[in-house]
């Protein structure tokens, strides 16, 4: 065989029939996930609850079907942005096909995205992620007893250099000047503001709160230290898992600087919410509990007097993990020690220790896969519904991923190829494990095969 060489231009042709394009096969994960979706008639719910957002007559417009999906894809293709997501709708034709659009049609593009989130209201994406809570429900991947809840930061489109002071509207560098000016500096450069800053920082006195500063551009970003210690503006997206199934029952997005046991009085709402909304469908109502959120699990950053009590107050048991306090001063606090007493009682138990070990399967994997695989550990998006909205659709890929792994085996695109990959590596390694004997064995077993299969009057081996 001669080589060829690549030629350095082509000339394309001018028209090019329908018949002679190129067909690939489409992605199978896709391919399955779309018989899901149409099986459950996905495209006909999204446009009967988004039909009041439209007026009749004027341009088509994006189907609500497409919308959703292209925020799907943002999961399972680890895109953090909506300009991420259309270039890779674009660019794939697996995702063409994913979303309805042939060859030479136009998908949609970022700024379509964009306009379609802002006609929708809240409401509209959370029957969604109830509707896909639903679909996992008729599975059996729903149960609403044990739930799990945990919280963590998600990096704002806004930096620290662009605060400005609250009372004044003064930028940092403008409040530097000011300092530096008390200093007796008239006229201070930015070395010398450098230094200054410094200076503070040695003093103790370098503080940046949130009562005191704010980002104008999103004012819902508040001024977060990271775990890793870095100082960025940064929300909280704080989650409800099914300790049962690994589902993700509810998502809220609050303020950085709100505590666990301040934000886990809306999250647990939600859930209820959620969880009342499947009990109320006849289809789904046989697979909850009649008992939802009877018990709660969580990490130290949750235990407080008043939570406990709170949260015990509606009937729920609490495996959350307690910190050591020292020795406690109950005086006119009865009810807060029994609260505290009976957790410490229940964790301590056989149950609440497997419930303990199971955090960091249940609890722990959602942010991993939703924020680092999928991509949305920084957000390109400014304020809390903005955020909101398109986290909702990115967990429902999550969820709808559980659903495709119990029933086809695999979650995600990505896995799916990484399950080619260990079966061919599986195969290379037990080749190289087989000794000279076993190969020459195996040889002779497949010429045998193919010279019976190639005289079948006779079905003897010509192999000698």
Not at 91 to 109: C, H, I, V
Not at 131 to 152: Q, S
Request: aromatic share 8%; with cysteine.
């Amino acid at each position: 065989m001669s080589m060829s060489e690549r030629p350095s231009t082509k000339q394309e042709e001018f028209w090019i029939a329908t018949q002679d394009i190129v067909q690939t096969e489409g992605h199978p994960f896709y391919e399955k996930l779309n018989q899901l979706l149409k099986a459950n008639d996905f495209d006909r719910f999204v446009e009967r609850i988004c039909k009041e957002f439209y007026k009749e007559g004027g341009r088509p417009s994006i189907p609500p079907g497409v919308y959703f999906r292209m925020l799907l894809v943002g999961f399972f293709e680890g895109q953090d942005s909506e300009r991420g997501i259309a270039w890779r709708c674009a660019d794939a034709r697996s995702l063409r096909t994913f979303l309805g659009y042939g060859l030479t049609d136009r998908t949609p593009d970022h700024s379509s995205l964009s306009v379609i989130r802002n006609r929708l209201k809240m409401e509209t994406h959370e029957q969604v992620f109830e509707w896909v809570l639903g679909v996992l429900a008729k599975a059996g991947l729903v149960k609403g007893k044990t739930v799990g809840i945990d919280a963590t930061t998600l990096i704002a489109n806004a930096a620290m250099k662009s605060i400005v002071r609250r009372d004044t509207g003064k930028s940092y560098e403008e409040f530097l000047k000011d300092l530096a000016r008390n200093e007796g500096i008239e006229d201070p450069t930015r070395e010398d503001l450098a230094k200054l800053d410094r200076k503070r920082k040695k003093g103790k006195k370098k503080k940046v709160s949130n009562k005191d500063w704010k980002n104008p551009h999103d004012p819902d970003a508040k001024i977060t230290k990271l775990k890793d210690g870095r100082t960025h503006l940064a929300h909280k997206d704080e989650h409800t898992v099914d300790m049962d199934t690994g589902a993700v029952l509810a998502v809220t997005v609050q303020g950085g600087d709100v505590g666990d046991t301040t934000s886990v009085v809306e999250t647990v709402g939600k859930t209820l919410e959620h969880l009342n909304v499947l009990r109320r469908n006849g289809e789904t109502a046989e697979q909850i509990t009649d008992e939802p959120v009877a018990e709660l699990v969580a990490d130290k950053g949750y235990h407080s007097g008043d939570t406990l009590v709170d949260v015990q107050g509606i009937g729920t048991r609490t495996y959350i993990a307690e910190p050591d306090r020292g020795k406690r001063d109950w005086k006119d606090k009865e009810e807060e020690r029994q609260a505290v007493y009976a957790n410490r009682r229940r964790i301590r138990g056989k149950r609440g220790k497997r419930l303990m070990r199971k955090r960091g399967e249940f609890l722990e994997r959602p942010f991993a896969h939703s924020l680092e695989t999928g991509g949305m550990r920084r957000v390109y998006l400014r304020g809390h519904e903005k955020i909101r909205k398109r986290l909702l659709i990115h967990v429902a890929g999550l969820n709808l991923g559980l659903f495709m792994r119990k029933v086809f085996g695999v979650g995600t695109p990505r896995s799916l190829q990484g399950r080619g990959k260990a079966l061919w590596a599986a195969i290379l390694g037990f080749w190289r494990h087989l000794g000279h004997q076993g190969k020459v064995f195996l040889a002779c077993l497949a010429i045998g095969e193919h010279s019976r299969s190639s005289s079948p009057e006779t079905g003897y081996s010509r192999v000698a």
